[in-house]
Nanobody
Framework: VQLQAFGGGLVQAGGSLRLSCTAS????????MGWFRQAPGKEREFVAA????????DYADAVKGRFIISRDNAKNTMYLQMNTLKIEDAAVYYC?????????????????WGQGTQLTVSS
């Protein structure tokens, strides 16, 4: 299994950016996908998750209403559209894949992880 996240970069506060995550090695559509992030000096935290078929999604309160998670199962790719970015959104963003749709989307619900892509938000 291989996950690769990309699309990070430098964005001004208030701007938008879309992250992508491609997956290979197993049937993409039967796995839930998630985004996590880790800022310097902080623990990695849940950002958003989407079910295998794409019919269910969930967001952390900090990004609800600003971020949109989606997936294209035909392309084995997941996306995170990030709008109205804030300074505090700056972090390394990781994509993850798993079979368990946990209530709180803990890291343990995901068994494969990508390498992370850096988002920097400037004021």
């Amino acid at each position: 299994v291989q996950l690769q996240a990309f699309g990070g970069g430098l964005v001004q506060a208030g701007g938008s950016l879309r992250l992508s995550c491609t997956a290979s090695g197993r049937t993409f559509s039967i796995y839930h996908m998630g985004w996590f992030r880790q800022a310097p000096g902080k623990e990695r935290e849940f950002v958003a998750a989407i079910s295998g078929g794409g019919g269910s999604s969930d967001y952390a309160d900090a990004v609800k209403g600003r971020f949109i998670i989606s997936r294209d199962n035909a392309k084995n790719t997941m996306y995170l559209q990030m709008n109205t970015l804030k300074i505090e959104d700056a972090a390394v963003y990781y994509c993850a894949q798993g079979r368990r749709w946990g209530r709180f989307h803990a890291e343990a619900d995901f068994d494969s992880w990508g390498q992370g892509t850096q988002l920097t938000v400037s004021s």
